[in-house]
């Protein structure tokens, strides 16, 4: 390719392309552990008035041509999740006549890589990105160019979209060209991006709602006399024990990341309003005779804001990320 060759006479002309069309066949799967998913996509290249050339389409400084199906060889995907991982469908890329230009089209399929940030999970989304390179330098024996036509068809086929008990599309897939630095040289490079957002009702029907009430219950504590801190203090580690089984019961379902995520947070604020009470228990007949029933009363109110506090942060939390997802996103963007 371009990137092999040690002549550095200019080409004969430059390889323009224009992105015309970007289907996004299927997404059969995406997985926050191993930050990837499984897509398959077609791509169509328009090569403009270029007819006449397709089997001399690129000329090097030595005079030596290569043809179009010679550069529809050099596309190929540039986040593959691993080796090989993503490959082309049919045995070779398809070229067609279009009038006095050609058509380039290639259908790949395999595991993307995609970088995703679980801060919010599972109140999330994710931009899934399909980026393609062409091993053609642009300022190399062959200097290529991609550009995004100005009437692009880019689409997702709802019936491809497998994970959808799991996920959800958000506005449009949008389409994309630019460059890619490697080894300080530079390739064009293209693709498309979709935006999915997780269904959030599994982890707070499943996780969320059973903490809130294990933590809820725990008030039940202060219907004790305060003079009796035994009973107080085994509700507070019953519930304690409760939660902590309850939470490696369910650590399946959460994303296995070295941050808290937000559902990670809201889990920890109610254990520790636990612990919270088992101290207060512990510590509150120790306040004198005198003082007991106002402290048990000022305790249970500290402790009810606290946790009502801790709920209201969560929902709002859930409600302004579902808020910005609805204003934020959607819409075709080139």
Same mark, same amino acid.
């Given at each position: ?130 980026? !393609?390179?062409? @091993? ?7 200097? =290529?160019?991609?550009?995004?036509? *100005?009437? &692009? $068809? ?82 507070? !580690?019953?519930? @304690? ?7 490696? =019961?369910?650590?399946?379902?959460? *994303?296995? &990341? $070295? ?76």
């Amino acid at each position: 390719g371009g990137h092999r060759g040690k002549d550095n006479a200019g080409a004969a002309m430059c390889a323009y392309a224009e992105l015309e069309r970007f289907d996004v066949l299927k997404i059969q799967s995406i997985d926050t552990v191993s930050q990837s998913f499984h897509a398959r996509c077609f791509v169509q290249l328009r090569l403009r008035g270029v007819k006449d050339r397709r089997e001399a389409f690129v000329t090097f400084g030595n005079g030596a041509t290569k043809s179009v199906e010679w550069f529809a060889g050099r596309i190929e995907v540039l986040n593959s999740f691993k080796h090989d991982s993503c490959k082309l469908i049919d045995e070779k890329p398809t070229v067609r006549d279009d009038g006095e230009d050609l058509l380039i089209q290639l259908r790949f399929e395999g595991d993307f890589y995609q970088h995703m940030r679980l801060h919010a999970f599972p109140f999330d989304s994710q931009e899934l990105n399909m980026d !393609f390179i062409i @091993l053609c330098r642009v300022d190399g024996p062959v200097p =290529t160019e991609v550009k995004v036509s *100005p009437r &692009v $068809s880019c689409r997702l086929v709802d019936s491809g979209f497998a994970p959808g008990f799991q996920w959800r599309p958000k506005g449009e897939v949008r389409c994309h060209a630019g460059t890619h630095e490697a080894n300080e040289r530079t390739f064009p490079k293209f693709g498309a991006s979709v935006r999915v957002a997780r269904e959030s009702r599994f982890y707070v029907t499943n996780v969320a709602l059973p903490t809130a009430v294990f933590s809820g219950l725990a008030f039940t504590l202060f219907a004790a006399q305060p003079s009796e801190p035994m009973e107080h203090l085994s509700v507070a !580690f019953t519930l @304690l024990l409760t939660m902590a089984a309850y939470k490696i =019961t369910v650590t399946d379902m959460i *994303p296995q &990341v $070295s941050y808290e995520t937000l559902l990670d947070q809201f889990l920890l604020c109610n254990f520790f309003l636990l612990v919270a009470m088992a101290i207060v228990s512990a510590v509150l007949p120790q306040a004198g005779q005198d003082a007991e029933d106002l402290a048990d009363r000022v305790c249970l109110a500290l402790l009810g804001a606290i946790w009502c506090l801790i709920q209201a942060w969560f929902v709002a939390k859930a409600w302004s990320r579902e808020r910005s997802e609805r204003l934020g996103r959607g819409g075709l963007v080139i």
